[in-house]
């Protein structure tokens, strides 16, 4: 109950919100059962928002998606006040619609994709500043964020000239490992949870996947090589991002998508515990229109997704969310986003109350 006495003095939420959020209260709130199934549907979701504010319309939407938590961007990031007045507002419209804390992610890679710009540089010829990295995460912690999309896992095996590379801390497999399994317990010392992405891996994408529809033909030997920078961190790892890439010597659908790649492979393979989350579903390539956006959403959970992240646009975000409350007589979705509400619930409980 000390990070309830702390969040409630550093939210300003009431003495009797607090109530709620009791070991008793989250054992109650974690079962779907007697819940209308548009307040389950949120804790399924990730998304963003426009500014550096949460706008009077955004309010609304977030009342009526009760979404489990946010993504930031560089446009939602003006200084360290301005960040940690919207990450509380982000927090208190959570628990006041939710009874739960919400994720507050960012994309913040070790000499790789930045919001903050913190963690560049922080590799030099193949000596890691871990005092800058300490830096960074605190930084990080300190302004209201709680989930790194962070670290990439995507091993290159034999592939060169990989779009993804720039991004990797390191190229061979084992120093990869070491420093990803550093990374994510130093992390979850600083109170932060990571995100390994992108499974089973875009080592070998030659384009951004955001900006082109990828297919990455290589043999299943060496697919399940790439598998190999991830299973080394599967134990510790919290969250696991998909990727939209197509793997065809492998399944017909992307790996978003896929129940071969997410429950045979992450779940009963490596033996995946945590929390799988989609890449960003807003901007994919598969399709443009919202209503094939929906379905891909709908597809997702039903293969083995527990967080759809859509990361813009919450105005239209708002079609796909109708479309996807229309499929709650679809057995395999409801049932598929009941339990995901029941994980998502007792995920938190354990690693944010």
């Not at 309830?4 to 003095?9: F, I, P, Q, V, Y």
């Not at 890679?109 to 000596?127: N, Q």
């Not at 890439?245 to 393979?269: E, M």
């Not at 996807?324 to 509400?341: D, I, S």
Request: positive net charge; contains cysteine; hydrophobic residues 45%.
């Amino acid at each position: 109950m000390s990070y309830l006495r702390s969040l409630k003095n550093f939210l300003g939420i009431s003495f009797f919100l607090l109530l709620k959020l009791s070991s008793e209260h989250v054992e109650f709130v974690c079962q779907a059962n007697g819940k209308v199934f548009s307040e389950i549907l949120g804790q399924n979701l990730v998304l963003g928002i426009s500014g550096r504010k949460i706008t009077e319309g955004e309010i609304r939407l977030i009342k009526k998606f009760k979404p489990a938590g946010f993504v930031l961007y560089s446009r939602n990031i003006a200084e360290k006040h301005q960040l940690q007045e919207l990450t509380q507002h982000l927090q208190s419209l959570s628990f006041e619609y939710s009874n739960l804390p919400a994720f507050i992610m960012v994309d913040e890679e070790p000499g790789g994709a930045t919001r903050f710009g913190l963690l560049t540089h922080v590799i030099d010829g193949g000596k890691v500043n871990w005092s800058r990295i300490v830096t960074g995460l605190r930084l990080l912690k300190d302004v209201g964020i709680n989930v790194l999309l962070a670290p990439i896992a995507d091993w290159s095996y034999k592939c060169r000239d990989a779009w993804i590379g720039k991004r990797l801390p390191f190229v061979d497999l084992n120093s990869l490992c070491s420093f990803n399994k550093n990374f994510i317990t130093v992390a979850a010392e600083m109170g932060l949870l990571t995100t390994a992405k992108h499974f089973p891996g875009l080592g070998c994408a030659k384009q951004d996947v955001h900006f082109a529809k990828i297919k990455i033909e290589i043999p299943e030997c060496e697919y399940f090589e790439m598998l190999k920078a991830f299973e080394c961190i599967v134990d510790l790892a919290p969250m696991i991002m998909t990727s939209h890439a197509l793997y065809p010597k492998v399944d017909r659908n992307i790996a978003t998508i896929s129940q071969k790649i997410i429950q045979d492979q992450l779940r009963n393979f490596l033996k995946f515990k945590g929390i799988v989350i989609t890449d960003d579903l807003m901007d994919m390539l598969e399709t443009s229109s919202i209503i094939a956006k929906a379905e891909i959403a709908k597809q997702a959970i039903i293969a083995g997704a527990n967080l759809l992240t859509f990361s813009h646009r919450l105005e239209l975000f708002e079609k796909i969310f109708e479309y996807l409350l229309g499929e709650e007589k679809n057995v395999n979705f409801k049932t598929a986003v009941e339990k995901n509400y029941t994980l998502i619930c007792k995920f938190k409980r354990e690693k944010l109350m």
